[in-house]
């Protein structure tokens, strides 16, 4: 109440609020006084008399319209007096009084008692949390992720009503104009961990600039939606800045398959590096893991299997689909050999039909530049003009009209990559074309990640989300070299072996049947290990590098808390 009143009469505005609903009640009070004072003067005209106590009584129940009707004039004059009476209550009483009321008192002090509710700065004891200037479905994500590793998230947005919103939703938010560098002093940036500004890139560079002018090393991750923002966004001050869409196109197109069948480094850790491949159209189709002998034929070790966005620990009987896209583990050389044991380099646009890509936004631009860059044909279907009409290999037209993606040729592509940024239309084009064409491989974008699921049951082959995307990239600047997202609930991350992990051989802690993740390298003193013997001895002060869902790793913490 302290604080409500405090702000309720602390503001210039309601401080003239206050004096003029003062004005009117002292207007109000002057009425009863004349009113009280004329009713004398009738009385004793009359030839009656009552105390003044009785005449204020008999003024304010007239003018509230109660009139209990013990007091009452008999004369003309009386009555016309008791009518006006009457008029000016309900004027001044029943109308004015409620509106005036509510306006310069009860509506400040509601918005004065919601201003107390929405935090104006964070505790002065907070440190290591990260700063979001901007909420979305994103933002959700990334949140619901650092949760899960204890890490402070506060959303500075500078609405009232939608900093409410937020916080009855269990947001930790504090209320702050973006360009206000005394938003970010009450935000203890300094002490922040990070700071993600994924504004528009004219916004950002100015919470850039106010974030800049408050603290000079804090970590800062931007989004540039276009390229030209990147050199201002990094004279602004931004420490790291990204092209997240161009990093999905990117990330799009090394899915293609039918093209390119190497291995594609998607993490590195140290010497070790993390790769996915896919098993479409590979000799790897349709064997068990035990039966392909991948380790043993060229030192890569299989450390998951994606299967319709699911990422699941390989077992010996794992079976290998057209879906399948499988997770490796191994050094430069290894990976190399990998390569060889696929087949040759079938990059050549001379062997293959045109790879599809509908939409041609940011994204589906990006998708273009990359399979360019890797001498890879392809058609772009787009319905905006302008777009299409920058190259021959873009279509005009619908992606949903058959004369269109005929003419941009489903009936002959290895590969279709969906790129829109609406969800709804990504899964009705994945309904379309997979019942045009049974048997090609469905790559589509999601812009949310609820539907990822529905995307696969569509008929896509691989899905790859927007959101897991940034997640990842901010959480690996947050842990670097300590933890390694490579994608939405595929993690690589470090641990010291302690005493209940000494002294014994892999094989005997059985760590992947008892947490589900899969020991990818042991680093001894200086040297690492890349895809242990399942005999080899850790010890104390050695140091394990796995790989494992989400789920896996809080169940490792769980076992082995001392370990992390």
């Given at each position: 109440m302290a604080t409500q009143l405090s702000l309720l009469f602390g503001e210039r505005q309601q401080k003239g609020n206050i004096r003029l609903l003062a004005k009117f009640l002292l207007v109000l009070v002057l009425f009863f006084v004349l009113y009280s004072i004329l009713f004398h003067m009738l009385m004793l005209y009359e030839g009656r008399q009552y105390s003044w106590v009785t005449g204020f009584y008999w003024t304010l129940t007239t003018m509230s319209t109660l009139g209990f009707g013990d007091i009452t004039f008999h004369s003309d004059a009386g009555r016309i007096f008791s009518v006006v009476v009457l008029l000016s209550g309900i004027v001044f009483l029943l109308v004015m009084l409620p509106f005036t009321f509510i306006q310069f008192f009860y509506a400040p002090w509601l918005e004065a008692q919601n201003k107390a509710r929405a935090p104006r700065a964070?505790?002065?004891?907070?440190?290591?949390?990260?700063?979001?200037?901007?909420?979305?479905?994103?933002?959700?994500?990334?949140?619901?992720?650092?949760?899960r590793y204890a890490v402070a998230c506060v959303i500075v947005i500078p609405e009232l009503q939608s900093a409410l919103d937020l916080h009855d939703m269990g947001y930790h938010v504090v209320v702050g104009e973006l360009d206000d560098p005394e938003t970010y002093r009450r935000l203890r940036i300094e002490a922040a961990a990070m700071a993600l500004v994924l504004n528009d890139d004219i916004t950002s560079t100015n919470i850039i600039y106010s974030i800049r002018e408050v603290s000079d090393h804090v970590k800062t991750v931007t989004n540039a939606d276009v390229g030209d923002s990147v050199d201002i966004l990094e004279l602004a001050g931004s420490s790291h800045v990204f092209r997240f869409t161009q990093m999905l196109g990117k990330a799009l197109s090394r899915r293609v398959l039918g093209v390119s069948m190497k291995a594609n480094v998607i993490g590195a850790f140290d010497r070790l590096l993390i790769a996915e491949a896919p098993v479409m159209r590979t000799w790897l189709q349709g064997k068990t893991l035990a039966q392909s002998n991948l380790r043993q034929a060229t030192g890569v070790n299989v450390v998951g299997i994606w299967e319709k966005n699911q990422f699941m620990i390989p077992a010996a009987q794992s079976f290998l689909g057209e879906s399948t896209v499988v997770v490796l583990a191994g050094t430069e050389a290894q990976l190399e050999r990998f390569d060889v044991s696929i087949g040759h380099d079938a990059g050549s646009t001379n062997d293959h039909a045109p790879v599809m890509v509908l939409g041609g936004g940011r994204v589906g631009q990006s998708v273009a530049m990359s399979l360019e860059a890797r001498q890879i044909d392809f058609r772009v279907v787009e319905k905006r003009s302008v777009i299409a009409s920058k190259d021959s290999r873009y279509i005009h037209g619908s992606a949903a009209d058959l004369d269109v993606l005929t003419r941009a040729g489903i009936n002959e592509s290895p590969s279709i990559i969906i790129t829109t940024h609406d969800d709804n239309l990504n899964i009705y084009l994945t309904i379309y074309c997979r019942r045009l064409r049974p048997d090609v491989q469905i790559i589509s974008r999601a812009s949310l990640d609820r539907n990822i699921n529905?995307?696969?049951?569509?008929?896509?082959?691989?899905?790859?989300?927007?959101?897991?995307?940034?997640?990842?990239?901010?959480?690996?600047?947050?842990?670097?070299?300590?933890?390694?997202?490579?994608?939405?609930?595929?993690?690589?991350?470090?641990?010291?072996?302690?005493?209940?992990?000494?002294?014994?051989?892999?094989?005997?802690?059985?760590?992947?049947?008892?947490?589900?993740?899969?020991?990818?390298?042991?680093?001894?003193?200086?040297?690492?290990?890349?895809?242990?013997?399942?005999?080899?001895?850790?010890?104390?002060?050695?140091?394990?590098?796995?790989?494992?869902?989400?789920?896996?790793?809080?169940?490792?913490?769980?076992?082995?808390?001392?370990?992390?």
């Open positions: 964070v505790p002065n004891d907070l440190s290591g949390h990260v700063i979001l200037t901007h909420f979305d479905d994103v933002a959700v994500n990334l949140i619901e992720k650092l949760q529905t995307l696969h049951r569509a008929g896509a082959n691989l899905v790859l989300s927007y959101s897991s995307l940034v997640t990842a990239t901010v959480m690996n600047l947050l842990h670097p070299q300590q933890m390694l997202m490579l994608s939405e609930g595929l993690n690589v991350f470090r641990v010291t072996v302690t005493r209940k992990l000494e002294n014994k051989p892999l094989m005997k802690l059985q760590i992947r049947e008892q947490t589900g993740c899969s020991v990818v390298a042991v680093k001894k003193h200086e040297d690492l290990v890349i895809n242990p013997e399942p005999d080899i001895v850790v010890r104390q002060g050695d140091e394990l590098v796995l790989i494992g869902s989400a789920e896996s790793e809080k169940r490792f913490t769980e076992k082995y808390p001392a370990a992390v």
